[in-house]
């Protein structure tokens, strides 16, 4: 099948004779096709197939591999929450906010008044809280707090209307003001859950645009979260304050020719008589933070749909409204942990190749009935859990535990001064390094294992003494299995979890101890996203500096 | 060559060796090699050549005996105090290390000065036509090459004595007989001492002053390769070493150095009784196929002769090489020169055939 000259009959296209021609004559198959092309032909069913074999495998893969490091690698930069929960607030704050270390004005607390609002009553304003509170803590109960509080904004109002006029506390009158007729026509006697999706009225954006986008906002609420109808549902007391702010900014009432034509220019008669309250007062009685300009900067500085926020906070820094700066000297903990988590897996590293070198080298050295024997004392460690083994170095390494116990009857150390062995980074150390250790010994094996004895009996023919003719012929050779034990051990190390957690103590947890907190207790994804990106992205770093020194294809696992 | 002899550079006295206490893999051998002589050791696979040099390059203690060079027993010196030169079959090039490298390494280890050392490299490798790949690795040469880098750097020291174990192995046959010719002369023209290893007999009578010819752990016979290939003294060295025909018998009669066998099918021969002694016993007489004749003129009036018939007749350029059923015997050749007046033989033919006396050995079955 690998014969693509068995076809007479292809002439070669116009293109193919271009390419022919521009190739400057390359080498052509029998029926002159170029000999690339037809190598290509012929190995495409061959490539075809190897690919169907390994597909499930490749599928595997993605769905297991791929998709959830993109998916980490996006969430580590993701922050659409705020732009998705408080829209109007994003969009008032960037075209008035200017002075940054002021209240911001009117516009934007009626902005946020909607927008909370409606985060609210979609039970999304506390999400939204403990977002920015990774960024300055308090804003989570600030956001708690104002869910139940922003009921009221706009009650005052709402009173005055209403007492003007009645009507403006039926749905109807709404209904009739706000939403396109046809929607009303098919929303009208349908069941609840078949109501059609809200559309606003013709024009009515431009006349009236902040009742507009209040009240498109509360139908879409009513029909997709409650599944009740506009039409049955008294509206809230903040599209009372859209309607106010957009008669009192003085809307062009004369352009709306609709059914309520009439009850809305006496309404727009009425406002300048109103008694007001600013919408930033109301805020202040829900809470005095809403004065501070602090919560409004970093509501400003995540309105973005992307940030660098979580990344900069896994470098102990901070995006503020002033810009970037280092965290508060107390609040520094990612940069040391990631200094700690790099040193003590180059220390587990070390560690590994010390002991387990001379290890490999009996292993491949020794008669193979003794050396079976050892491989099954270094395999050991695999087969039983890891936990098991973990808690058995705590049950060792106890201060009253089995080594301790020993020094003290040797008299080595003192009873009462015995010694911190686990707990501490010692502990993470001893543990892990014991748990690593096949890591390093199984790939050194298998490079000592190819290296004939022949080198060392030359070298010693040639003059050289044991020393001399293990250390300028037979370890370079092994070079290679050192690599790839250490490239293991360090990039295992580095994303070890359990053992420092559970000898670690304080001192001597890792950043996947800290990544681990965040996912499943403080749930700041985000953060773990980043710190985990930080991690992947040392151990590529390492991995080309590696290459670039050594060279990748000087590793042999096997 | 007796053990001990005071001449002999190398010598093995009563060496045995065992590897797991049960069997002995060398059996009682004797050796004594002189100084500059170039002595191979031949046998099949597993006859225990390799251990012997490893023994003598101290890889290996011996179980029991003494090995001694230049003298001096040599059982309690390291290796590397040997001063051995080796070449192994691999190679063993350090592949980490460049040509001139790998051929710094023993003067390094000596503690040769950088000039000398380099003058020295340059010379080793001019000795094996290899001066212009000082820089390369061992990767990137062929296996003749690597085989003449292991080589110069065996000698790159001036050892007096050098080891080789099966070094050309590995290589093709073009290759294999030029560099037999090439070691043979630099172990000539150096004057080193050579133990060579190797289960390739045309190597071993090329190259030899005296070849040992092993078997299971014992030297079979020690000579050299004329001797070894005309006098084979028992039917194992007959049939390892060239070409050979055998045939089964029982002998008739013994008159001093000649001896009738009376062949399994009833006809009679002559030879010469090399470990056959007494009537009645049964022997392999061997012949080599080109002694044999058919020319009644050439043989003694009163010779026997024996009936023989032309199964196959091969044409090989400069012989012809005819098979015969003799004696029952289907693969009983017939080696003929071509020469002008050489007459083909044809198959089915029926022949009378015959051989000089002392050139059918009777030996031990
Ligand atoms: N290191 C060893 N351990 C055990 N047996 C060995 C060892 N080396 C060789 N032998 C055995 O000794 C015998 C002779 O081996 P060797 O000297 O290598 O033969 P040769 O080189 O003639 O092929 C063989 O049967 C082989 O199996
Ligand atoms: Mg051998």
Request: proline letters at 5%.
């Amino acid at each position: 099948m690998t014969d693509a000259t068995a076809e007479p009959t292809h002439r070669p296209s116009p293109r193919e004779q271009k390419e022919m021609a521009e190739q400057d004559g390359p080498m052509l198959a029998a029926d002159g096709t170029p000999l690339k092309r037809s190598l290509n032909r012929a190995l495409r069913a061959q490539k075809l197939r190897a690919l169907m074999l390994i597909a499930p495998l490749l599928i595997f893969i993605l769905v297991t591999f791929v998709a959830p490091i993109a998916d980490m690698l996006f969430r580590s930069v993701e922050n659409q929450i705020v732009s998705e929960t408080v829209p109007r607030t994003i969009v008032a704050l960037d075209e008035t906010w200017s002075d940054h270390d002021a209240v911001p004005g009117e516009a934007v607390f009626a902005a946020m008044a909607y927008d909370l609002k409606e985060a609210a009553e979609r039970r999304e304003h506390t999400r939204l809280g403990s977002r920015l509170n990774y960024e300055t803590t308090g804003i989570s109960s600030l956001f708690r707090r104002s869910g139940r509080g922003v009921d009221d904004v706009g009650e005052i109002y709402a009173d005055q209307f209403i007492e003007l006029d009645e009507a403006w506390e039926e749905p109807a009158t709404w209904t009739a003001l706000m939403a396109d007729p046809e929607w009303i026509a098919d929303a009208e006697g349908t069941e609840d859950e078949d109501i059609p999706r809200f559309r606003l009225a013709d024009g009515i954006a431009d006349i009236l645009p902040e009742t507009a986008s209040a009240y498109a906002g509360f139908a879409r609420v009513i029909i997709d979260q409650d599944g009740d109808n506009p039409l049955e549902e008294e509206p809230w007391n903040t599209i009372y304050l859209a309607l106010y702010r957009d008669l009192s900014a003085g809307a062009d009432v004369s352009a709306y020719d609709g059914p309520q034509a009439r009850r809305l220019s006496a309404a727009a008669e009425a406002v300048p008589g109103f008694e007001s309250e600013p919408v930033s007062v109301m805020f202040e009685d829900i809470d005095e933070d809403w004065l501070d300009p602090q919560v409004w900067g970093t509501i400003d500085a995540f309105s973005s749909r992307y940030t660098a926020g979580y990344y900069l906070a896994a470098i102990d820094m901070q995006l503020t409204p002033e810009g970037i700066e280092p965290q508060p000297e107390e609040q520094r903990i990612y940069l040391l942990l990631f200094k700690r988590t790099l040193f003590m897996s180059g220390v587990i590293m070390g560690m590994c190749v010390l002991l387990g070198y001379p290890v490999a080298f009996l292993l491949a050295n020794l008669p193979l009935r003794t050396s079976n024997l050892l491989m099954i004392l270094v395999l050991l460690p695999f087969w039983t859990s890891l936990l098991v083994r973990t808690s058995a170095w705590k049950v060792l390494l106890q201060q009253e535990g089995v080594i301790n116990d020993t020094l003290v009857w040797i008299g080595l150390v003192a009873d009462n001064d015995r010694l911190q062995l686990i707990n501490n980074q010692l502990g993470t150390i001893i543990a892990m390094t014991h748990i690593l250790l096949p890591f390093m010994i199984l790939p050194l094996y298998s490079v000592m294992q190819t290296i004939p004895p022949s080198y060392v009996r030359a070298a010693k023919s040639l003059g050289a003494n044991d020393w001399t003719a293990f250390w300028r012929v037979y370890f370079p050779q092994s070079v290679p299995g050192i690599g790839a034990g250490c490239i293991l051990v360090f990039i295992l190390s580095i994303g070890y979890y359990i053992t420092p957690e559970l000898v670690g103590g304080r001192t001597g947890t890792f950043i996947s101890n800290r990544i681990a907190f965040h996912i499943s207790e403080s749930l700041n994804w985000g953060l773990a996203a980043a710190l985990g990106a930080i991690l992947l992205g040392a151990v590529l770093i390492l991995y080309w500096a590696y290459d670039r020194i050594v060279g990748i294809d000087n590793v042999k696992l096997g | 060559m007796t053990s001990g002899d005071a001449a002999a550079f190398v010598a093995f006295d009563r060496v045995q060796k065992s590897y797991d206490g049960e069997t002995l893999v060398v059996k009682d051998l004797n050796l004594a090699i002189g100084k500059g002589e170039f002595l191979t050791m031949l046998g099949p696979s597993g006859s225990g050549k390799t251990t012997c040099l490893m023994m003598l390059a101290g890889f290996e203690t011996a179980t029991h005996g003494e090995i001694t060079l230049d003298g001096r027993p040599i059982n309690n010196i390291p290796p590397h105090k040997r001063g051995i030169g080796m070449v192994f079959q691999n190679y063993a090039l350090f592949p980490h290390m460049t040509v001139a490298e790998n051929l710094a390494f023993p003067l390094e280890v000596r503690g040769i000065g950088k000039s000398d050392r380099e003058e020295k490299i340059k010379r080793a490798l001019d000795m094996v036509q290899m001066g212009d790949f000082a820089g390369r690795r061992p990767a990137q040469l062929s296996g003749g090459q690597q085989q003449r880098i292991a080589l110069a750097r065996a000698l790159v020291f001036e050892p007096e004595l050098v080891l080789m174990d099966e070094p050309l192995g590995a290589l093709d046959k073009q290759l294999r007989e030029t560099l037999q010719f090439e070691i043979t002369k630099l172990a000539h023209d150096l004057g080193i001492t050579t133990v060579y290893v190797t289960h390739d007999q045309t190597e071993a009578l090329t190259m030899s002053d005296r070849v040992a010819v092993f078997d299971d752990g014992v030297i079979q016979q020690l000579d050299a390769p004329d001797i070894l290939y005309e006098e084979p003294k028992n039917s194992f060295v007959a049939q390892f070493i060239g070409e050979n025909n055998t045939l089964h018998g029982t002998v008739e009669r013994i008159d001093g150095d000649a001896a009738v066998v009376r062949l399994d099918d009833g006809s009679q021969i002559d030879t010469i009784p090399v470990n056959v002694d007494k009537p009645g016993q049964r022997t392999l007489v061997s012949i080599r196929p080109e002694r044999v004749e058919f020319n009644k003129d050439r043989l003694a009036p009163d010779a026997h002769t024996i009936k023989a018939e032309v199964k196959e007749f091969i044409y090989m350029g400069d012989i012809y090489r005819t098979r015969v059923s003799v004696a029952g015997n289907d693969d009983f050749i017939i080696k003929t020169r071509n020469a002008p007046d050489q007459r083909r033989l044809k198959k089915g033919e029926i022949l009378e055939i015959g051989w000089r006396p002392q050139d059918c050995r009777a030996l031990d079955a």
